[in-house]
């Protein structure tokens, strides 16, 4: 087989997350990063790379992309914005990362290096799979989710557009709705409402909306408002 050499691609997102990935892709051969593109910072540059608009004249059909947008709903919104455009939205699992043979790993996903992915597990598209991440047997991911780093899934249905924070546990039992966001080195290991924030050992389950949860970051969670009670 002739090598081809590294294939080109462009990264979408020229924040955190799009500077990790570009991290990964700098060791690894079978990838060439040419440009960033990110409407908020169009015009500037990183990693002595341009960063562009989403202008049909800047993203054309064919071209090779990666999605690195950390806000999972605003990654929803950018894919279905962009569809018209025909673009190849490509995985990426790192090297260094371990994924059982028959996993199942859906377009436009990002497994980081380290990450460990059994083989009956299920992820669906444009999920983000932070550093040391794992997820055991059993396991579905929705769509459009990110879990971060050290997160641990097993046994677990996570719905879409979820947010696993660092070091967070889902154990078997936990069933996740749409739109959750557990928070750093939560324990969870029950079914957990759509829209909820969750944090602490045992958890807390709050309303999502309430007072003091402008956002779907975990600044917030200190408060303590709307909590809704174990079922």
Same mark, same amino acid.
């Given at each position: 087989?002739?090598?081809?050499?590294?294939?080109?691609?462009?990264?979408?997102?020229?924040?955190?997350?799009?500077?990790?990935?570009?991290?990964?892709?700098?060791?690894?051969?079978?990838?060439?990063?040419?440009?960033?593109?990110?409407?908020?910072?169009?015009?500037?540059?990183?990693?002595?790379?341009?960063?562009?608009?989403?202008?049909?004249?800047?993203?054309?059909?064919?071209?090779?992309?990666?999605?690195?947008?950390?806000?999972?709903?605003?990654?929803?919104?950018?894919?279905?914005?962009?569809?018209?455009?025909?673009?190849?939205?490509?995985?990426?699992?790192?090297?260094? @990362?371990?994924? /059982?043979?028959?996993?199942? !790993? %859906?377009?436009? +996903?990002? =497994? $980081?290096?380290? *990450?460990?992915?059994?083989? &009956?597990?299920?992820?669906?598209?444009?999920?983000?799979?932070?550093?040391? @991440?794992?997820? /055991?047997?059993?396991?579905? !991911? %929705?769509?459009? +989710?990110? =879990? $971060?780093?050290? *997160?641990?899934?097993?046994? &677990?249905?996570?719905?879409?557009?979820?947010?696993?924070?660092?070091?967070?546990?889902?154990?078997?039992?936990?069933?996740?709705?749409?739109?959750?966001?557990?928070?750093?080195?939560?324990?969870?290991?029950?079914?957990?409402?759509?829209?909820?924030?969750?944090?602490?050992?045992?958890?807390?389950?709050?309303?999502?909306?309430?007072?003091?949860?402008?956002?779907?970051?975990?600044?917030?969670?200190?408060?303590?408002?709307?909590?809704?009670?174990?079922?």
């Amino acid at each position: 087989m002739i090598n081809s050499g590294p294939k080109e691609v462009v990264i979408f997102g020229a924040g955190a997350l799009g500077a990790i990935l570009y991290d990964c892709l700098a060791g690894d051969d079978r990838w060439v990063c040419t440009a960033f593109h990110d409407d908020g910072k169009a015009g500037q540059t990183l990693y002595g790379l341009p960063i562009l608009g989403t202008g049909p004249d800047q993203l054309k059909a064919g071209q090779s992309v990666f999605m690195a947008l950390g806000d999972p709903s605003v990654r929803r919104a950018v894919v279905e914005r962009l569809r018209p455009r025909d673009l190849v939205w490509e995985i990426f699992v790192d090297r260094r @990362s371990m994924v /059982g043979p028959n996993a199942k !790993i %859906g377009e436009g +996903s990002i =497994v $980081l290096c380290q *990450a460990v992915i059994a083989s &009956s597990v299920v992820i669906d598209p444009f999920t983000w799979c932070g550093t040391g @991440s794992q997820i /055991g047997g059993g396991s579905t !991911i %929705g769509a459009f +989710s990110s =879990v $971060l780093s050290g *997160a641990f899934v097993t046994g &677990s249905v996570i719905g879409e557009e979820c947010i696993l924070g660092l070091r967070s546990l889902c154990s078997t039992g936990a069933r996740l709705g749409n739109r959750v966001t557990v928070g750093p080195a939560t324990v969870l290991h029950r079914p957990i409402p759509e829209g909820a924030f969750v944090i602490g050992n045992p958890a807390r389950v709050f309303a999502r909306g309430a007072p003091g949860f402008a956002s779907r970051t975990t600044r917030g969670l200190s408060a303590v408002p709307n909590e809704i009670p174990d079922e």
